[in-house]
């Protein structure tokens, strides 16, 4: 099961890095503009994606500028946000992001793109898809999947992104 655990994430990553690229430089470029300028890359993360936001502020490798966002909150024009979570589906993190929609806060949004619900996405400014939206392996009943490693795309993309901002800080410099 581990051997085809690892298979399947390792494609997973592979497919997110391919098919991604333009949309991750595109995502890292609207965030850098906070971290450029006088503003804070803020994540708002749902349910297990927190562990992007553990990462982002107790991780090695800290994104320049980023910060948790708290119920209380004030953004500013220069200000970023990114949203995370399980499903473009999510009611929670789709009120959120309408919200920011709303008060014409730019944002990136990573989660798994649900076809029939692409809430998320049509809201965010730029959408970074997990392609995770059901298990990667079969389970023991027929029809099963199991093993929906989110968390994992998600931080899978937070380094891309964190590679890409920190890239172009270095050449503003």
Do not use: N, W
């Amino acid at each position: 099961m581990i051997k085809m655990f690892t298979t399947q994430l390792s494609g997973l990553f592979k497919r997110i890095s391919e098919k991604q690229e333009f949309e991750i430089e595109d995502a890292a470029r609207l965030l850098a503009q906070a971290a450029v300028g006088e503003g804070s890359i803020y994540i708002k993360a749902f349910g297990e994606m927190e562990a992007v936001t553990a990462e982002a502020l107790y991780g090695a490798e800290r994104l320049p500028s980023v910060k948790k966002y708290e119920e209380s909150t004030m953004l500013t024009d220069a200000d970023r946000v990114l949203v995370v979570t399980r499903l473009s589906s999510d009611e929670e993190a789709v009120r959120f992001a309408r919200g920011l929609a709303d008060e014409g806060v730019p944002f990136v949004g990573i989660s798994g793109l649900v076809a029939e619900d692409e809430r998320l996405a049509g809201l965010a400014d730029l959408h970074l898809d997990t392609k995770v939206i059901k298990g990667m392996l079969p389970g023991e009943e027929i029809g099963e999947r199991v093993c929906m490693p989110t968390s994992m795309a998600a931080l899978y993309i937070y380094f891309a992104l964190g590679f890409v901002i920190r890239e172009m800080l270095e050449e503003y410099e």
